[in-house]
């Protein structure tokens, strides 16, 4: 799968849940009308009921983001597509990002390693996970570690894959002072993704560093 067709994938997933908070809000604002006319409530309050009903849903479904966005929106979408499982789709951890977007690092990165540790296979949380380790300076030593995990899951896309690798570059090239890692992990690019882009890439970086060691040495 190319990177392109899994930020398709996961846009969809995000489509379908705005879709079910519609519902979700559609079906307070109905409910509310059932129990105001069974209340024999009649407009203007009708009007001012079933809003508030409508406005009630919509509010829950923002203020419990995670139960909505791992239970709620689970279930309805499941309800519309019975056949969504045939399609595995990765979790977008949405919630976690909204805790680091609080400025909440550790309290993310916590939530994170809770999930990483749980679920083997969760390659997005790995990504995220390292993404803010990096990002934030916190621990770039666990970043490294778990774009490694993600290249060793199995199933993992020839995209994350790769974009595994590159983040690896950077940090051994950056932080981590490892330069001579960024050259095993540039050749990995070639073997493992030849015909690619990123691999052409890879050979010509790796033939003018190899330059670059030898006009060094001759000095």
Known sequence: MSESDWLA?????????????????????AL????????????P???????????????????????????????????????QGLAATEATYSHIQAIAARGDTAG?????????????AAIEARIQAAELYATSRTD??????????????????????LYASQRLIDLYDGPLRQPSKSLTELRRIIDRHQGSREADFARSTLAKRRGEQSRAGAQ
């Not at 309050?45 to 419990?64: C, E, P």
């Not at 993310?108 to 083997?120: T, W």
Request: proline content about 4%.
């Open 45 to 83: 309050a009708l009007y001012l009921f079933v809003l508030a009903g409508g406005l009630a849903t919509a509010a829950f479904a923002l203020w419990f983001p995670e139960w909505f966005a791992a239970t709620a929106a689970h279930g309805f979408i499941s309800f519309l597509s019975p056949n």
């Open 140 to 161: 770039v030593v666990r970043a490294a570690a778990l774009y490694n995990e993600v290249r060793r899951i199995d199933g993992v896309s020839a995209a994350r894959d």
């Open 32 to 43: 509310s009308a059932a129990c105001a006319s069974l209340a024999h409530i009649g407009p």
């Open 9 to 29: 994938k996961e846009k969809m997933v995000r489509n379908k849940k705005i879709v079910v908070f519609c519902l979700l809000s559609i079906i307070g604002m």
């Open 108 to 120: 993310a990165l916590k939530e994170y390693e809770n999930v990483i540790a749980a679920e083997p």
